[in-house]
Antibody, heavy 121, light 111 residues
Framework: EVQLVQSGAEVKKPGESLKISCKGP????????IAWVRQMPGKGLEWMGI????????RYSPSFQGQVTISVDKSIGTAYLQWSSLKASDTAMYYC??????????????WGQGTPVSVSS | QSVLTQPPSASGTPGQRVTISCSGS????????MHWYQQLPGTAPKLLIY???QRPSGVPDRFSGSKSGTSASLAISGLQSEDEADYYC????????????FGTGTKVTVL
């Protein structure tokens, strides 16, 4: 099974910036779309946005547009999710996940282990 | 707010059959292929069903998916204690704009 490995837990203060990562196998990395999914404490899954490493095509859910930035460095097989100014409401578990194709409606068949982010003053 | 609605909870005793519904509209479930994910406590989600009714390798055949009109369902036959988890339906809500939607989630409890 393809492994997506995420960076470790983060504890931040409101207003701070943060960039978390998701690393996949380099040899197939730009063949897949990489998405980010938020799960707030005790809540359901929320799809945040997605990037295609081959051409960096990036799309955001309207709920997250302007709130976060998704990027990628395909030379090291790593996708990123970043915030410029964190809020307490960003406290959540963040997962990355991989899909082979959007146009043919492929599912997310491989998931990272999750990165817990805690934002508190 | 998700456009795919699931019951918040479902339960059954070991060996029973449990069914989880996912209700949408003609613009999502009605025209898209459905996926289902299982999230065991404290773990990342895992793909359970894709293309409405297909199981990835390694998923037990007691899990089955179906779709009819603007509703989809996940059935767990022969419920086992290790099936206690949260279950989410999902679909590509808009492939042109590359948007994916998760259902509201259902907590399955094994009594």
């Amino acid at each position: 099974e393809v492994q997506l490995v995420q960076s470790g837990a983060e504890v931040k203060k409101p207003g701070e910036s943060l960039k978390i990562s998701c690393k996949g196998p380099i040899d197939s990395f730009d063949n897949y779309w990489i998405a980010w999914v938020r799960q707030m404490p005790g809540k359901g899954l929320e799809w945040m946005g997605i990037i295609y490493p081959r051409d960096s095509d990036t799309r955001y859910s309207p709920s997250f547009q302007g709130q976060v930035t998704i990027s990628v460095d395909k030379s090291i097989g790593t996708a990123y999710l970043q915030w410029s100014s964190l809020k307490a409401s960003d406290t959540a578990m963040y997962y990355c996940a991989r899909s082979l194709s959007v146009i043919t409606e492929k599912p997310f068949d491989s998931w990272g282990q999750g990165t817990p982010v805690s934002v508190s003053s | 707010q998700s456009v795919l609605t699931q019951p918040p909870s479902a339960s059954g005793t070991p060996g029973q059959r449990v069914t989880i519904s996912c209700s949408g509209s003609s613009s999502n479930i009605g025209s898209k292929t459905m996926h289902w994910y299982q999230q065991l406590p404290g773990t990342a989600p895992k793909l359970l069903i894709y293309n409405n009714d297909q199981r990835p390798s390694g998923v037990p055949d007691r899990f089955s998916g179906s779709k009819s009109g603007t509703s989809a369902s996940l059935a767990i036959s022969g419920l086992q204690s290790e099936d206690e988890a949260d279950y989410y339906c999902a679909a590509w809500g808009d492939t042109r704009n590359v948007l994916y939607v998760f259902g509201t989630g259902t907590k399955v409890t094994v009594l």
